[in-house]
Each structure stands twice: as structure tokens, then as C-alpha cells.
């Protein structure tokens, strides 16, 4: 009785961590690598997030964008949309977003860039879980985001191509603000959802590889993210892969046009 019971436990273990809702998830990391004044990119991504060995993932849209202000000088916003779906385990979506102002400078006959930037964030997660254990009871939960980081980033850049490597340091806190889930239906994600009420904070080192190519005025992106983690346990996403379109311009030759 007491083997066939251990054996069951385990299973149970097994099969209720094997789907397992998320919380966070790295949006891709913005490298504008812009050279002077006046330069600005509006790119549009499809995205999709997924934990360390997991098959699941979360789909969605990033729009992101950035502006020089200066010769040296940059800001960005950043906006991150992803949902999942798993129609006997549950659903989830996330909405963040974020504001960076940094530094950049050209070298090597400007066909190298150097740029930091530091900015904060904030979103949300809203998870709803069912439970099939002959109840079929449906709970939810929804947690939220801070985040401050760091980004500096070194890159090449030509007429029609880019390449980037971008190192993200971020500290995350995330929180809860509304929870109904039970222990008795949903213990891995009650015990974790709970660990959230009074904060939980992270540090992430966030490296990122970005390649893009085309013609002057649109571009295409491609963009790999990886969240690297003190514990593989934790309910986090860990990479985020996205392709889009990118739109440069530049308003300082218009303005020597006019």
C-alpha cells in the first residue's frame, strides 16, 4: 500500500509540473546602434518565450523603438505582449513595458558602435489554471513585474547589415496583486504564488544577439534573448526568440533636405 502509494505521489509530482505557468519572460533586448544625431528605428516583432527545456511556449508581439537625441545621447520605449494556452492545464498573458535613456559612441571608422542604457519597466501576468482533479475547478492569479537594467551593448554596422552582442544586467522584483488559487488544486503554483505576496526579487544577466539586414529605409530583425538563471526550478522563461521588421529613419537629413 505504502509503494503503490509513494509511486503515485511521484506521478502526480511529475505530471502537475510538467505544464507549468510562467511569470516572467524576457522581452528582446533593443541595440539601435545609431551613429549620430537625429537617427531613429521603429521595429515590430512576433516573439515567442519558452522555459528551459520546456516545449511550450508563450507567443506574442514587441514594438520597439529609439531616438537620438544627441550625438551621443538615445531614448527608447519598449512595449512586450505574450499569451500561452493549454486547453487541460490553463492559459496566460503578459503585458510589460519599458523606458531606457543611454550613451552611444561610434569607432573604427564608425563601422563599430558601443552603447549602454539604463531603464525601468513594469507589467503584469495574468495566469488562470484548471484543476481536473474531479472537480474541474478554474482559478486565477495576477502578479506583477518591476524591473531596472543595465544594457550595454557592442555591435557592427554597415549600409544594409547590423550585428550586435547586448548584455543585460536587470533586477527583477516581481509581486502579487490578486490570487483565488487553493493548495488543495493548484500546490505548485499556490506554494509559488504565495512566495510573491510580500515581493521576490531576481538578478538576471540577460545577453542578447541581434542581426538585421536590408535596404535604407526597411529591415529585417532577427533577435535571440536569454535569461540566465541561479535556479532552473523556478517558473521563468528563459529565452525569447523574435523576427520582425525594422523601419529606420533619420530626421537630421530631412531637416538639411529642407
Known sequence: MKTNLTISTIL???????????????????VPLFKEKGEGRLQAQFTSTAGQGSTETADGLEIQTAYALGNHSALQLNFFHASGNEEEYGSGSGNYIEAAGGYFKPFAKNHMVFETYS??????????YKSSYGNYITEDAKTSITKFFV??????????????????????????????????????????????????SYFFWEPGLMLRSGFEHVQVIMQLTETVLTNDNEPISNTSFSLGIAIPFNTKLKSHKQ
Do not use: M, W
Open 119 to 128: 531603464g525601468l519597466g513594469f507589467g503584469n501576468v495574468n495566469n488562470i
Open 151 to 200: 544594457q550595454p551593448s557592442i555591435g557592427f554596422t554597415s549600409r544594409y547589415f547590423n550585428a550586435a552582442f547586448s548584455s543585460k544586467f536587470s533586477f527583477v522584483n516581481l509581486g502579487l496583486k490578486h490570487s483565488t488559487l487553493s493548495k488543495e488544486n493548484n500546490l505548485y503554483d499556490y506554494d509559488y504564488v504565495e512566495s510573491l505576496r510580500k515581493g521576490k
Open 12 to 30: 502526480f509530482t511529475l505530471l502537475s509540473t510538467s505544464c507549468v505557468h510562467y511569470y516572467y519572460a524576457p522581452n528582446t533586448n533593443n
